[in-house]
């Protein structure tokens, strides 16, 4: 007599949207759009992620020494042919995780604008679920704040080893403006994935 009742839809959509509200329409981008966001993104992040590994690799190394191991020295079938390749042998645990970070918070970045700009499903959910809301944006900052912690003693350690002549506010200014760049390339590509929006 009852089944019937388990076949009705839900009030409520699990990812926190009104299923009354209808959806945006999306315009599909031009072959222009997409050929200069592609060519642009192949530019730029070579560029971008080749200077933060290089900076944040340094701070990886000075706060955990654990990182400073060679990849010929992985015990990973096939990682001893590395040593053989100039650039390859120096080549440590420092840079790969660098790396992933740089991709992480380019990632983080996007998914903050996203977020901000009201496309994401989770500034949805603060209502129905805060403590889900606050542990998210927690982690997120935590991770922003550690990744910039970890270019700042990047940065620091290669002025103290090198450049006796640069004024004390030369390293928390660098460290604030590659934040900004980080956001600004997030934004960037938050950007190109909700302009197809009308």
């Given amino acids: 007599m009852f089944r019937a009742f388990d076949q009705f839809e839900e009030a409520f959509s699990h990812a926190g949207t009104d299923p009354t509200v209808p959806r945006p329409i999306r315009r599909r981008k031009t072959l222009k759009q997409r050929f200069v966001f592609v060519v642009a993104n192949l530019l730029i992040l070579p560029v971008i992620g080749l200077v933060y590994a290089a900076v944040s690799a340094d701070g990886i190394r000075q706060l955990m020494p654990i990182f400073q191991r060679r990849l010929y020295q992985l015990p990973v079938p096939g990682a001893g042919l590395l040593q053989r390749f100039d650039g390859w042998n120096r080549a440590d645990l420092a840079i790969v995780v660098a790396l992933l970070l740089f991709a992480v918070l380019t990632w983080l970045w996007t998914r903050v604008f996203l977020e901000l700009q ?81």
């Fill in 118 to 198: 009201g496309y994401g499903p989770i500034a949805m959910q603060r209502l129905r679920m805060p403590i889900v809301f606050y542990l998210l944006t927690f982690l997120a900052a935590v991770i922003i704040l550690f990744d910039a912690g970890l270019f700042y003693f990047g940065l620091a350690s290669q002025t103290s080893s090198g450049w006796s002549d640069v004024p004390g506010f030369v390293v928390p200014a660098a460290t604030l403006l590659y934040a900004c760049g980080l956001a600004v390339l997030g934004w960037w590509h938050s950007d190109y994935s909700t302009s197809s929006y009308a």
